[in-house]
């Protein structure tokens, strides 16, 4: 009876005895001991496991955190330099409208100073030159490659050309160009046969959208606030030819039309060649004196003499 165990259960319907072998009381013991040994492993491992995730998770914290940390820095840095590049910028456009602004009174300065000599170069001018550009196809064509009439059907002035208070930043500056009043997607037109030399189609910048037009000898306009830009770069255009709607982009305070006139980097006054046209076509020659007209025309009537042959 030694190997063997007696359990004895009583109950209202008496005293039963059960036995049960020594084995395997020693196997319920065992199984006993096994499931609790796995129940405190599994226990001990998820423990360990969270602990390992917990750490893990700090630790990318702490690197994302790092990583927020270079960001900022990098952005903040960034935002710096543009700062500055912004401001270098303005400086320098500000010293290049300072530099056009003087090369003009310095031009004036010259006219005032060689007042007769000027006077002479006219007479002269009138006297041996304007019998060739007074015939009609030496205007149609000179009229067709130099920028003349306006840019919009109806013209009305809101801003001329020269030193003014600037609308936005209350400072006074030079105006290089015209502003004329016209409504959003108004028609804008090339003022003489050319090629679009650039363009800025997205609005950016204290001009917006612009375009410029390369012409014949030196001159150049540019067209600026504009809603959209219908040429690209290298587009050959013809005088009269649709290039842009009007716009209010960049730095503007309403619908308007920034028009410019240059002539060998020379920014002149748009206004005059607004007025110039077959009607009155000595008159661009006798009111804007900043272009040399007696080279020019010389220049003018070889070429032609050219195409003609």
Same mark, same amino acid.
């Given at each position: 009876m030694k190997n063997r165990l007696i359990i004895t259960i009583s109950d209202v319907q008496g005293t039963r005895a059960f036995n049960v072998h020594q084995i395997a009381?020693?196997?319920i013991v065992f199984i006993v001991l096994? #499931? #609790?040994?796995?129940?405190?492993?599994?226990f001990w491992f998820i423990n360990q496991l969270n602990t390992q995730m917990d750490s893990y998770k700090a630790q990318k914290q702490r690197e994302i955190e790092l990583k927020e940390k270079e960001i900022n820095t990098l952005t903040e840095k960034e935002k710096k330099l543009?700062?500055?590049?912004?401001? %270098?910028?303005?400086?320098?456009?500000g010293k290049v409208q300072d530099i056009e602004a003087l090369s003009s009174k310095l031009d004036n300065i010259e006219d005032m100073i060689g007042l007769k000599a000027e006077e002479e170069r006219k007479e002269e001018l009138t006297k041996e030159s304007l019998d060739t550009l007074n015939q009609k196809s030496m205007k149609k064509y000179i009229l067709r490659t130099i920028p003349n009439g306006a840019p919009l059907e109806k013209v009305r002035s809101t801003s001329g050309y020269g030193y003014r208070? !600037?609308?936005?930043?209350?400072?006074?500056?030079?105006?290089r160009g015209l502003d004329m009043k016209a409504n959003m997607k108004t028609p804008v037109f090339v003022t003489a046969d050319g090629i679009v030399s650039y363009v800025q189609s997205k609005n950016i910048g204290s001009?917006?959208?612009v375009i410029k037009v390369q012409h014949n000898f030196g001159f150049e306009t540019t067209y600026a606030h504009l809603n959209k830009t219908n040429v690209k770069i290298g587009d050959i255009v013809k005088k009269g030819q649709l290039i842009? +709607?009007?716009?209010?982009?960049?730095?503007?305070?309403?619908? !308007?039309?920034?028009?410019? #006139?240059?002539?060998?980097?020379?920014? +002149?006054?748009?206004?005059?060649?607004?007025?110039?046209?077959?009607?009155? %076509?000595? %008159?661009?020659i006798q009111n804007e004196r900043r272009v040399r007209w007696e080279s020019l025309v010389k220049l003018i009537n070889e070429q032609y003499k050219t195409v003609q042959q």
């Open positions: 009381k020693k196997l096994i #499931v #609790v040994a796995v129940i405190g492993g599994g543009q700062a500055q590049n912004q401001f %270098y910028s303005m400086q320098i456009k208070i !600037h609308p936005i930043t209350k400072k006074r500056k030079f105006h001009f917006g959208r842009a +709607l009007s716009g209010n982009s960049g730095r503007s305070s309403g619908p !308007h039309l920034h028009y410019e #006139v240059k002539y060998a980097s020379k920014v +002149l006054n748009p206004r005059k060649f607004i007025k110039w046209g077959l009607n009155n %076509y000595e %008159y661009i």
